[in-house]
């Protein structure tokens, strides 16, 4: 398990951050200021050049002392997720609840589940495994939030998308944070200047947000269902259908024969951890 830093003395953090992929920070880069979380990263993200995006982005708010990278190519979660290899989620999971022992957070942040990106959902039932098999966690009282990230919304058959935004029936549940004028120039600095792989990938739907936009940053109670909303659009299996047409892959991750036998396992099987609940 890779680190960097030995540590500042400054106070322990009370939030531990799991995000899927480096360069997830973004969405809440004023939260990182102002909570000055403890972060860990499960996947490479794709390659070195995006973990260095995100090294960078955390050297300038002075939190890579606290950022710790797994570094697991990203390509090794989609293969043990068509796999259903739940040996490599597990292990995963004993990674998550390492970070909650060696912190003990008072509250968890994830990715969102918002059926974009079949690992970005991972993340809460990891975490939700995690929180179990650790001795910190296992005690209760840790609140758990999700992070929304990006998702699908339905269109038509056509792509429009959400950007860190809850769904609307969540609405009322949110936390809503406003950035001071400080963070925000850091968190815009950031994306313009640091990013350049998420400006590349995202284009005007992560470039062109507006400070209306960027100055508020949100996080929702974290739930998991076995089913999805209709508010949303599953995506991953969306997408890796019109790839399949194209003869571009051979095989296409499936909400139901890959994710929830990976997320009921992770989320059901842990001692004292609620199952997927049924919307």
């Given at each position: 398990?890779?680190?960097?830093?030995?540590?500042?003395?400054?106070?322990?953090?009370?939030?531990?951050?799991?995000?899927?992929?480096?360069?997830?920070?973004?969405?809440?880069?004023?939260?990182?200021?102002?909570?000055?979380?403890?972060?860990?990263?499960?996947?490479?993200?794709?390659?070195?050049?995006?973990?260095?995006?995100?090294?960078?982005?955390?050297?300038?708010?002075?939190?890579?002392?606290?950022?710790?990278?797994?570094?697991?190519?990203?390509?090794?979660?989609?293969?043990?997720?068509?796999?259903?290899?739940?040996?490599?989620?597990?292990?995963?999971?004993?990674?998550?609840?390492?970070?909650?022992?060696?912190?003990?957070?008072?509250r968890v942040l994830c990715d969102?589940?918002e059926y974009y990106n079949p690992?970005?959902?991972?993340?809460?039932?990891?975490?939700?495994?995690?929180?179990?098999?650790?001795?910190?966690?296992?005690?209760?009282?840790?609140?758990?939030?999700?992070?929304?990230?990006?998702?699908?919304?339905?269109?038509?058959?056509?792509?429009?998308?959400?950007?860190?935004?809850?769904?609307?029936?969540?609405?009322?549940?949110?936390?809503?944070?406003?950035?001071t004028a400080e963070e925000l120039?850091?968190?815009?600095?950031?994306?313009?200047?640091?990013?350049?792989?998420?400006?590349?990938?995202?284009?005007?739907?992560?470039?062109?947000?507006?400070?209306?936009?960027?100055?508020?940053?949100?996080?929702?109670?974290?739930?998991?269902?076995?089913?999805?909303?209709?508010?949303?659009?599953?995506?991953?299996?969306?997408?890796?259908?019109?790839?399949?047409?194209?003869?571009?892959?051979?095989?296409?991750?499936?909400?139901?024969?890959?994710?929830?036998?990976?997320?009921?396992?992770?989320?059901?099987?842990?001692?004292?951890?609620?199952?997927?609940?049924?919307?």
């Amino acid at each position: 398990m890779g680190s960097h830093g030995v540590g500042r003395q400054e106070p322990t953090p009370d939030t531990l951050v799991v995000f899927s992929h480096p360069n997830h920070e973004v969405a809440i880069f004023g939260l990182l200021q102002r909570w000055r979380p403890a972060i860990l990263y499960l996947t490479d993200g794709g390659g070195a050049d995006r973990v260095a995006e995100t090294e960078q982005g955390l050297r300038s708010i002075g939190l890579l002392d606290r950022a710790t990278f797994l570094n697991r190519p990203e390509a090794s979660f989609y293969r043990a997720l068509l796999d259903v290899d739940h040996a490599f989620f597990r292990d995963v999971a004993d990674r998550v609840a390492q970070a909650v022992d060696r912190w003990q957070p008072r509250r968890v942040l994830c990715d969102a589940v918002e059926y974009y990106n079949p690992v970005h959902d991972l993340s809460l039932p990891l975490v939700v495994r995690g929180l179990a098999a650790s001795t910190h966690g296992a005690r209760g009282g840790v609140e758990v939030f999700e992070i929304p990230l990006i998702r699908q919304v339905p269109s038509g058959g056509r792509e429009a998308y959400a950007v860190q935004r809850p769904t609307p029936s969540r609405a009322g549940s949110q936390m809503r944070v406003t950035l001071t004028a400080e963070e925000l120039a850091a968190k815009r600095a950031a994306r313009d200047q640091v990013y350049t792989i998420l400006a590349a990938q995202m284009g005007p739907l992560v470039c062109d947000l507006p400070d209306d936009h960027l100055r508020t940053e949100t996080l929702v109670p974290a739930v998991l269902s076995s089913e999805v909303a209709g508010e949303y659009a599953l995506r991953y299996e969306w997408r890796a259908a019109v790839l399949r047409r194209q003869g571009a892959i051979e095989q296409a991750i499936t909400h139901a024969d890959h994710f929830l036998p990976v997320a009921h396992a992770l989320a059901g099987g842990a001692s004292g951890t609620p199952p997927l609940a049924s919307t």
